[in-house]
């Protein structure tokens, strides 16, 4: 099923000008990147965008981070894009991540972690209208 999700690449990986290889990543795994832009969140956006997180201990740190510094979000499209999408991932802790993956390619920590994935595809939507409606 051809179906789209959110991308984030967060700031680590914006600052360490790795956004290009990012992207160059997803279109050789066939994911096209429909939309993209480059942004700069408020504290206050974050913390919508973050809110199904917002009892775990780690959200303040989280919301402060994600607001930090520009990011690049992405409308990517394929076959399953949203499972695709967490695969190329790879694990939330870069230290358990996959060979092969971004966050094992490109993570810095289990929050510097470069990219940002919706988690399923009804998400994906509310994830894509938060940044491009
Ligand atoms: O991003 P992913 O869906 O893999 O993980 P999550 O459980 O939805 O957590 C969202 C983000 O919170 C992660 O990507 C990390 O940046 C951060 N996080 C953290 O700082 N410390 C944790 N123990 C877990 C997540
Ligand atoms: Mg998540």
Redesign the pocket.
């Known amino acids: 099923m051809i179906e789209q999700t959110l991308s984030i690449i967060k700031p680590d990986a914006v600052e360490r000008n790795i956004a290009n290889k990012i992207k160059v990543f997803f279109e050789k795994n066939n994911l096209k990147i429909l939309k993209s832009k480059k942004v700069k969140i408020s504290k206050e956006e974050a913390s919508e965008f973050y809110k199904a997180?917002q009892t775990k201990p780690?959200y303040k740190?989280?919301c402060n981070y994600l607001s930090s510094g520009p990011i690049v979000v992405m409308i990517l499209e394929g076959e399953n894009a949203v499972s695709k999408n967490r695969q190329l991932m790879g694990a939330?802790d870069p230290s358990k991540a996959e060979e092969g993956t971004l966050r094992k390619m490109y993570g810095l920590s289990?929050?510097k972690?470069s990219v940002?994935g919706s988690?399923s595809a009804e998400n994906g939507k509310t994830e894509i209208d938060f940044f491009f409606k």
């Open positions: 997180h780690f740190e989280l939330t289990i929050g972690n940002h988690d």
